[in-house]
C-alpha cells in the first residue's frame, strides 16, 4: 500500500507569489495534518483535518495560509504572497483516529522563496 | 508556547553508547507519548511509544523511560550505532481533539 504522498518535492518560488502544496494521505485515514519543519527547528502545526468536523486551523501564522482537503482524502496547503520566511519543509501526515493516532509523514515538499 | 520541550539539541555518541535525549511537558491531558525518526530528506517515522499508565517501554535496542509525576520521558538508544544517526522527535498527543505536540528535536549522530 503507498504511503503518504506529496508534491511537488521541491519548489523554488519568486517572493510575493502564490504556491500551491499537495498531500495525498493513506486510504482510509480520517485524520490529515499539515506541519512546518524549519532548518535545524521542530515540527509546527499548521492545520488538523478530522473527517467532515471543521478544521483546527489554530497553527496557520498568518491569513496568507490556508488549506482545504476535498473529499475526506487529498488535502491542499495554499501559501498566498509567499515572503522568505516561508522557505521550509512542508510535511503532511495521515492516520486512523482510533487506538493510538500513530502518524504517518510524506517526505514533505521543500520551499524555497527567492 | 512549547508544549513539549526536548534537550539536547544535538547529540555525539561513540558507537556502542547510550544515547539519551529527554523531554519534559506540562499539560496533563496528554495521553500518548511517541518518538520519532528521522532520517535527511524524509518524513519524521515512528519509532516507539508509550502510554502514560507504563513506566517503561523497551522494543530492542531503544527503551522509553516516563516518569508521570515529573512529567518527563526520555529515549535510551541502547549499543548505539552509525546506522542511528538521525534527527529524534518527541511528541504528546492531546486526546481531545487528538492534537501532537512535537519536541524541536535532537540531531543524533554516533561516530564510528
Known amino acids: 500500500g503507498a504511503g503518504v504522498s506529496q508534491s511537488p518535492s521541491n519548489k523554488v518560488t519568486e517572493k510575493g507569489k502564490d504556491v500551491e502544496l499537495r498531500c495525498d494521505p493513506i486510504s482510509g485515514h480520517t485524520a490529515l495534518y499539515w506541519y512546518r519543519q524549519s532548518l535545524g527547528q521542530g515540527l509546527e502545526f499548521l492545520i488538523y483535518?478530522?473527517?467532515?468536523?471543521?478544521?483546527?486551523k489554530s497553527g496557520l501564522p498568518s491569513d496568507r495560509f490556508s488549506a482545504e482537503r476535498t473529499g475526506g482524502s487529498v488535502s491542499t496547503l495554499t501559501i498566498q504572497r509567499t515572503q522568505q520566511e516561508d522557505s521550509a519543509v512542508y510535511l503532511c501526515?495521515?492516520?486512523?483516529?482510533?487506538?493510538?493516532?500513530?502518524?504517518?509523514f510524506g517526505e514533505g515538499s521543500r520551499l524555497t522563496v527567492l | 508556547q512549547q508544549q513539549v520541550k526536548q534537550s539536547p539539541q544535538s547529540l555525539i555518541v561513540q558507537k556502542g553508547g547510550i544515547s539519551i535525549i529527554n523531554c519534559a511537558y506540562e499539560n496533563t491531558a496528554f495521553d500518548y507519548f511517541p518518538w520519532y525518526q528521522q532520517f535527511p530528506g524524509k518524513g519524521p517515522a515512528l519509532l516507539i511509544a508509550?502510554?502514560?499508565?507504563?513506566s517503561e517501554k523497551k522494543e530492542g535496542r531503544f527503551t522509553i523511560s516516563f516518569n508521570k509525576s515529573a512529567k518527563q520521558f526520555s529515549l535510551h538508544i541502547m549499543d548505539s550505532q552509525p546506522g542511528d544517526s538521525a534527527t529524534y522527535f518527541c511528541?504528546?498527543?492531546?486526546?481531545?481533539?487528538?492534537?501532537?505536540?512535537f519536541g524541536t528535536g535532537t540531531s543524533l549522530t554516533v561516530i564510528p
Open positions: 508509550i502510554r502514560p499508565d507504563v
Open positions: 501526515a495521515s492516520s486512523f483516529t482510533s487506538g493510538t493516532g500513530e502518524l504517518f
Open positions: 511528541a504528546a498527543r492531546r486526546f481531545t481533539g487528538n492534537q501532537f505536540y
Open positions: 483535518f478530522q473527517g467532515n468536523s471543521a478544521p483546527d
